[in-house]
């Protein structure tokens, strides 16, 4: 069930449903059929569902002095964690999906110090695959991974997984809500 119950929450989800929930015959990236698609840049590239989507991403982050940075895996989670971190007041670093062929192959851009703690925050939780392979990095560079927080949980084990790699999952909103709404 959702965390967002207020009129104007219940109107987001409404918002969110109508402009990026597609039903039809699709396969996910994990490689299984589905009978609906949520597009992320359908709800992400419109200021009137981006904004207050990243107000009640904002309100559903840890406590502010459990960590230091946002971690976004690209290329979904960008604009998720850029007004984010602009509403939280904390920076934000990309981790990406392979290396560049040039200067330093990094894997994550922007500034980080060993160290520090971050949320990673994902766009739409399948399976978590994306998620956790951002974890993987971020730990990997020396940052400790505080937390997941989601848009939404499409409840096809996500959650698990997440649990069984040792992390704690928050999502604002479930494939319930939005078949629901």
Same mark, same amino acid.
């Given at each position: 069930m959702s965390i967002m119950t207020s009129p104007a929450s219940v109107e987001l989800i409404k918002k969110v449903k109508e402009v990026a929930f597609l039903e039809g015959e699709f396969i996910t990236r994990a490689g299984k059929p589905t009978s609906y698609y949520i597009d992320k840049y359908l709800m992400e590239t419109r200021p009137e569902v981006l904004?207050?989507?990243?107000?009640?991403l904002s309100q559903l982050m840890p406590d502010p002095g459990t960590y230091d940075r946002i971690a976004a895996p690209e290329l979904g989670a960008v604009a998720l964690a850029a007004m984010v971190s602009v509403k939280v007041n904390k920076p934000f670093i990309i981790v990406k999906k392979q290396s560049k062929d040039y200067g330093t192959q990094k894997l994550i851009e922007g500034h980080f110090e060993k160290g520090e703690r971050v949320v990673v925050l994902e766009d739409i939780l399948t399976t978590a695959g994306a998620a956790l392979r951002a974890c993987d990095i971020v730990e990997e560079v020396g940052l400790t991974v505080t937390g997941i927080v989601g848009v939404v949980n499409r409840e096809e084990g996500a959650e &698990?997984?997440?649990?069984?790699?040792?992390?704690?999952?928050? &999502?604002?909103l479930t494939t319930t809500d939005l078949k629901n709404a």
């Open positions: 904004g207050p989507l990243t107000d009640e &698990a997984n997440i649990e069984k790699a040792g992390y704690s999952m928050k &999502a604002l």
